[in-house]
Structure formats: C-alpha cells, structure tokens
C-alpha cells in the first residue's frame, strides 16, 4: 500500500473530521550542499550552467548579452569566491576596455531621466552606436531592497539588439550611483559597447561621485527647482558640463523658459 504523505497542517483542530480542506504535502528530499551533486531539481535542464573565469572573458569579449549580465551580477556579489573570480574576470578584461563614451546623467527624482536616455539612446542606435545604460535605483535603507524599474521606462531601447540595460541597486552606496558602476562600465566597454549612458538615482545638491567615472556630466532639471540663488549654491551645478530644463512644452514652456534663465545666470 502506498504510504500517505500528507498530513494535516499545524493550526488545524485534530478532531476537525476533515472539515478542513487544507493539507501538507511532503516534499521531495534531495542532495544536500554537501552531496558532490548538489541539490536535486526537478527540472535539471533549465538549470544554468556555472561559468569559470574563461567563459565568462571569452562571453564578454564577444559581446554576449547573457554573458556580461551575469558577469556584472558575479563583480556585484559579496561572496568571497565571487570576489576571487571577479577580480580574474577584470584582470583579463582590463587590456580591451577603454575607448568609448561615458555620459553620466543626474537629477532629481522625476525628472525624466530614463525617458531621456531611451530617447538618447534610440538616436545613437540609429547612428550605429552600441549603447550601454547602466541605471542605478535606490536600495531602501529599511529592507534593503530595490525595485529596479527604471528599465521599464525603456520598451522600445530595450528590445534593440544594440542595446545592453542593466538596472543596479545602489546598495546603500552614496553618490547616486552602484558601488560597482566603475566596474560594471569595464566590463560593458570590453564587450564592444562604444557610448555608455550611466543613469543616477534621483540626487540633491551633492551627489557627484559619477562626475569622476563620465567623459560628460548632464544634469537633468524641471520648473519650480528654484531661483538662480539655488544655482548659486552650487554642487552638482557646479561640476554639471550642461544643464536641461526638461519637461519644456504645453504650460510649463515659459515656466521653462525662467527656469533656463535662471540657471543661466548662476
């Protein structure tokens, strides 16, 4: 006779005569961390397989996608053996890095910066670029998670065979940008990404850390961000190469208009 394997749960009343519906069922034992197997799956196909150090620099320097996401998620993780294989990855990677455009854009939060960069980065396709966008979201300083959705502001660049998004947590990182990016940006220039577009987290007045890792500093504003005495303050505006007033047309064009003038005078 084949043996149950279900079982009431905990919370039920055990004279319930099976009034209640709710059943436990066992699960399927499997190999432990310390089998050579490692854990069982039920579908071992759709497993991925582990990468050394030479696939992983082989994956990059031929411009595979998959590839150099995982690899940006292996210089991402805190794992001490992680750490080891992403510092052989970045080593061999290192020699056909360089040579590419690096665009760091910033502002507040709201301010249309992924929506910029698809459009940006839709443009520079059509010029036969490749583009790299590396968008940084902001970790919560509760859980420590991330949403990380900044990519879906980019449908149309997303799908583009071209393109290469990776969406970062912050990490609890200050600057508006990933401990990694700097990283993150080597691996992107050795697989062949000529223009790479670096998204911040929305930013104040004193997040630059970005400023040192770009060829061109953008920073994103909206009307109503204050007077030129704001400008004055500096920060940010000081170390910015160009500033956009976004978000220009219907009403907002001659709020957008002072706007400008205003930053302009700074």
């Known amino acids: 006779m084949k043996k149950d394997k279900t079982k009431k749960p905990e919370w039920a009343p055990e004279a319930d005569n099976d009034a209640f519906a709710g059943r436990i069922i066992s699960g399927r034992g499997g190999e432990g961390a310390d089998h050579p197997e490692g854990s069982a799956s039920l579908h071992p196909k759709v497993r991925r397989k582990t990468l050394g150090s030479e696939a992983y620099v082989a994956g990059i320097l031929n411009g595979d996608r998959a590839v150099l996401g995982r690899a940006i998620t292996l210089i991402e993780s805190n794992a ?31 301010a249309g910066k992924s929506t910029l960069i698809e459009a940006l980065g839709m443009h520079l396709l ?7 966008v590396l968008a940084v979201d902001p970790s919560s300083s509760i859980s420590g998670g991330s949403i990380l959705g900044d990519k879906t502001r980019m449908e149309k660049l997303s799908r583009h065979p071209g393109s290469f998004i990776r969406p ?12 990694k990016t700097r990283e993150t940006m080597l691996l992107c220039e050795a697989a062949g990404f000529d223009v790479i577009l670096v998204e911040t987290v929305g930013v104040g007045q004193s997040e630059i850390a970005v400023r040192s890792m770009v060829d061109f500093f953008l920073l994103l504003q909206i009307t109503g961000g204050g007077d030129e005495l704001q400008g004055i303050k500096k920060g940010v505006m000081e170390l910015a190469d160009a500033v956009v007033v976004n978000k220009a047309d219907g009403e907002n064009r001659a709020p957008a208009e002072s706007a400008r003038q205003d930053f302009a005078m700074a």
């Open 80 to 110: 001490e053996a992680h750490i080891i294989q992403a510092q052989e990855v970045l080593r061999a990677v290192l020699p056909h890095s360089g040579g590419t455009i690096r665009v760091g854009i910033t502002g507040v939060p709201g």
């Open 126 to 132: 059509e010029l036969g670029h490749r583009v790299a």
């Open 168 to 179: 970062s947590p912050s990490g609890g990182a200050l600057g508006g940008v990933a401990r």
